[in-house]
């Protein structure tokens, strides 16, 4: 199986099917329901939209990452969440309601804002003077077909599916998806573990310095405006977890730049490390309590 052939044509179709399986988990409710918060709402979507690329420009002002490294984690800084961040707000008990709008809403944007930043991004790194340039409308159309068009396409599924067929379909058709995209994400690794870099390396302390700074502070902004603590959980996860998938396949497919998506691919799998601590973290707190309690005080 090719490097070529797992990113020009497996990635995209397993990414679309990936957005589509979690189309076919909203409805209008979620939305609703959430939307009667709306500051949470603009707090989470600046956070990942505004904040988020601003500090992945910190960390490559901060450390000597070379061009190409340093064009990957400003990519993953500007693609939107996915179904893992979704599945992570359901284990630590977030606001569910509020992680899937917060994704949704971010595969609205992204088509649109990732190829334009994407672009200055490349410029004031000195790349697009080498020819390296990012086609405004061709990325919008792709980005389209494999993130906002499927999710639509499942909401539309989900509608006109009978409600029986849905409960015994779509933990079928997330399981499925869920393990194409690791089997995809593996090959991937697999055929360019060459080329990565190493665990000792300073793209890997890149890519856990954005996880977890961003983490922190979604966190620190949450809990400083004081939402409740299964929203502020929901933000910690949809401004620190992004969705690699997308990351990879604008820098495989539409850049044409292994060299970009090999720093989103080792996000993918090193992201789990915070993510996971964090996680374990929430799950011990909220088996005691009164050990939380003492700890704020």
Same mark, same amino acid.
């Given at each position: 199986?090719?490097?070529a052939?797992?990113s020009q044509?497996?990635?995209?179709? $397993?990414l679309?099917s $990936?957005?589509?399986a979690?189309?076919l988990?909203?409805?209008g409710?979620?939305?609703?329901?959430t939307?009667?918060?709306?500051r949470?709402?603009? %707090? !989470?979507?600046?956070?990942?939209?505004?904040?988020?690329?601003?500090?992945a420009?910190?960390l490559v002002?901060?450390?000597?990452?070379?061009p190409?490294a340093?064009?990957?984690?400003?990519?993953?800084?500007?693609?939107?969440? !996915?179904?893992?961040?979704?599945?992570f707000?359901? &284990?630590?008990q !977030?606001d569910?309601a &509020?992680?899937?709008?917060?994704?949704? @809403?971010?595969?609205v944007l992204?088509p649109f804002?990732?190829p334009?930043?994407m672009?200055?991004n490349?410029a004031?790194?000195?790349?697009?003077?080498?020819g390296?340039?990012l #086609?405004?409308w061709?990325t919008?159309?792709?980005? %389209?077909m494999?993130?906002?068009? #499927?999710v639509?396409?499942?909401?539309?599924?989900?509608?006109a599916l009978?409600?029986?067929?849905?409960?015994?379909?779509?933990? !079928?058709?997330?399981?499925?998806?869920g393990?194409a995209?690791?089997?995809?994400?593996?090959?991937?690794?697999?055929?360019h573990a060459?080329?990565?870099?190493s665990?000792v390396?300073?793209?890997t302390?890149?890519?856990?310095?954005l996880?977890?700074?961003?983490m922190l502070?979604?966190h620190?902004?949450?809990?400083?405006?004081? &939402?409740?603590?299964?929203s502020?959980?929901?933000?910690?996860?949809?401004v620190? $977890?992004?969705?690699a998938?997308?990351a990879m396949?604008?820098?495989?497919? %539409?850049?044409?730049?292994?060299?970009i998506g090999?720093?989103? &691919?080792?996000?993918?799998?090193?992201?789990n490390v915070?993510?996971?601590?964090?996680?374990?973290?929430?799950?011990?707190r909220d088996r005691?309590?009164?050990?939380a @309690?003492a700890d704020r005080?």
């Amino acid at each position: 199986m090719s490097a070529a052939w797992l990113s020009q044509v497996a990635l995209p179709w $397993v990414l679309a099917s $990936v957005m589509m399986a979690m189309g076919l988990s909203l409805t209008g409710a979620d939305f609703a329901r959430t939307w009667r918060h709306p500051r949470r709402v603009l %707090l !989470g979507t600046g956070l990942q939209m505004l904040a988020l690329p601003l500090l992945a420009w910190a960390l490559v002002l901060l450390l000597p990452l070379p061009p190409l490294a340093a064009a990957g984690l400003l990519l993953v800084a500007l693609v939107p969440g !996915g179904a893992t961040s979704n599945m992570f707000s359901y &284990l630590v008990q !977030g606001d569910l309601a &509020l992680s899937v709008t917060l994704t949704a @809403i971010a595969a609205v944007l992204a088509p649109f804002t990732l190829p334009l930043v994407m672009g200055w991004n490349l410029a004031l790194l000195d790349l697009a003077s080498g020819g390296l340039s990012l #086609p405004y409308w061709q990325t919008v159309g792709q980005l %389209l077909m494999v993130t906002l068009l #499927p999710v639509l396409a499942g909401m539309l599924l989900r509608q006109a599916l009978p409600a029986p067929w849905l409960t015994v379909v779509l933990p !079928g058709v997330k399981g499925f998806t869920g393990a194409a995209m690791v089997a995809v994400v593996v090959a991937l690794f697999a055929s360019h573990a060459e080329r990565l870099p190493s665990l000792v390396s300073l793209e890997t302390l890149a890519v856990l310095l954005l996880c977890l700074s961003s983490m922190l502070l979604g966190h620190g902004v949450a809990r400083r405006l004081r &939402l409740p603590h299964d929203s502020v959980r929901a933000i910690t996860v949809e401004v620190g $977890v992004q969705n690699a998938g997308v990351a990879m396949m604008v820098a495989f497919v %539409l850049l044409q730049q292994p060299a970009i998506g090999l720093v989103p &691919l080792l996000y993918g799998l090193l992201m789990n490390v915070p993510v996971f601590l964090w996680m374990f973290a929430c799950l011990w707190r909220d088996r005691h309590p009164a050990s939380a @309690i003492a700890d704020r005080r």
